[in-house]
């Protein structure tokens, strides 16, 4: 009798712990996936689309790594919810030498980097670094009324820019190339 009777509580043991495992399992993956840095760079708008919808754009420069950027995610989220049907989300990802131009052209030297562009693809504002969610909803909100961006540095119209120089590898003093 007493065997049967481990033999019941051991069998029921393994059923709820099967059960609250897969349940925890769940839980967790589901707050990972809703935040995490890799699943809004997957549901974010394509920088193509978001320079031409008539949509103000906000552009985050992220890395995976980059811990600010992965503390921000929980926020970004929040905000992509509220704002998503207003405003274009568009994260690039540093590390991915395909948004190089980009990297360039908004000058991003940290990240995470926050680019406010206007409805017609102009960028007009700029912030670095972790941003609160206040900060960032207050941005947001100046963003699609169009008015001046309170908690970011204006960007202003800035011309284009030709070097006269040449910046091969082969003229650059910085390159030690001994060829002439």
Request: with cysteine; charged share 15%; proline share 6%.
């Amino acid at each position: 009798m007493m065997m049967a009777t481990n033999k019941i509580r051991n069998s029921i043991l393994a059923i709820v712990a099967v059960l609250l495992s897969t349940a925890i399992f769940f839980g967790f993956q589901s707050q990972v996936n809703s935040s995490s840095l890799s699943a809004q760079a997957q549901a974010s708008v394509p920088i193509e689309i978001a320079l031409s919808n008539g949509k103000p754009t906000l552009t985050e420069f992220y890395a995976d790594w980059c811990s600010s950027c992965q503390a921000m995610a929980k926020d970004l989220a929040i905000v992509k919810n509220k704002y998503g049907e207003s405003v274009n989300f568009v994260m690039l990802n540093v590390d991915n030498n395909k948004w190089l131009p980009e990297v360039l052209r908004y000058r991003v030297d940290g990240i995470p980097h926050f680019v406010f562009l206007n409805p017609t693809g102009d960028a007009i504002a700029q912030t670095i670094g972790e941003q609160p969610l206040a900060i960032m909803e207050a941005n947001l909100d100046a963003l699609i009324a169009d008015a001046p961006l309170p908690y970011a540095y204006a960007t202003g119209q800035t011309s284009i820019f030709e070097p006269s120089v040449s910046t091969s590898a082969i003229d650059d003093p910085r390159s030690h190339s001994t060829q002439k």
